[in-house]
Antibody, heavy 119, light 107 residues
Framework: EVQLVESGGGLVQPGGSLRLSCAASGFTFSNYWMHWVRQVPGKGLVWVSHINSDGSTTNYADSVKGRFTISRDNAKNTLYLQMNSLTAEDTAVYYC????????????WGQGTLVTVSS | EIVLTQSPATLSLSPGERATLSCRAS??????LAWYQQKPGQAPRLLIFDASNRATGIPARFSGSGSGTDFTLTISSLEPEDFAVYYC?????????FGQGTKVEIK
């Protein structure tokens, strides 16, 4: 069974940093592109970042470019999102999602981890 | 950035009724459109990709159509478990974008 389990969320002060992790199992992680998508509670979905299978290519939403870094460790079957210079506007549930066979469709998704930026 | 506009914002229907959800793109996305379902407290689930292809395990009552800028998700006969929020998403260009969602609620 494919599983994606996010961790690392929590409360952080404005200007602070946080690193999210997404542990993957049930599939050959190194073969798949991966994504981060976020959702402010009660609001819509916003794509955040993408990484290809070997980590050589990444893409970011303009709202996080220069502050967030996506990476992966294929030996550990883990996806990361390093988030720096956080603001209140980054408060959201962060989902990791597997790409559906190099298509930029998200399937499946993890259960999400909540990041709250507040003083 | 490609903007996706979903309508209506809320659809109030009864079980057994047909649901028709719309997604309009600000520019052509060819057939590069997907639909997701999200229930309260859950992660989204892929329903339809490439405008009209059902994802694995998705019941046949869900169907997608359209190309270019106008797309439709149809649920032929609503089951109790179908009451949820539905999002469209395009992969035609970066950044990947979602519509704002349509809530299908019980009338």
């Amino acid at each position: 069974e494919v599983q994606l389990v996010e961790s690392g969320g929590g409360l952080v002060q404005p200007g602070g940093s946080l690193r999210l992790s997404c542990a993957a199992s049930g599939f050959t992680f190194s073969n798949y592109w991966m994504h981060w998508v976020r959702q402010v509670p009660g609001k819509g979905l916003v794509w955040v970042s993408h990484i290809n299978s070997d980590g050589s290519t990444t893409n970011y939403a303009d709202s996080v470019k220069g502050r967030f870094t996506i990476s992966r460790d294929n030996a550990k079957n883990t996806l990361y999102l390093q988030m720096n210079s956080l603001t209140a506007e980054d408060t959201a549930v962060y989902y990791c999602a597997r790409d559906r066979m190099v298509t930029n469709w998200f399937d499946p998704w993890g259960q999400g981890t909540l990041v709250t930026v507040s003083s | 950035e490609i903007v996706l506009t979903q309508s209506p914002a809320t659809l109030s229907l009864s079980p057994g009724e047909r649901a028709t959800l719309s997604c309009r793109a600000s520019q052509s996305v060819s057939s590069y459109l997907a639909w997701y379902q999200q229930k309260p407290g859950q992660a989204p689930r892929l329903l339809i990709f490439d405008a009209s292809n059902r994802a694995t395990g998705i019941p046949a009552r869900f169907s997608g159509s359209g190309s270019g800028t106008d797309f439709t998700l149809t649920i032929s006969s609503l089951e109790p478990e179908d009451f949820a929020v539905y999002y469209c998403q395009q992969r035609s260009d970066w950044p990947l974008t979602f519509g704002q969602g349509t809530k299908v609620e019980i009338k």
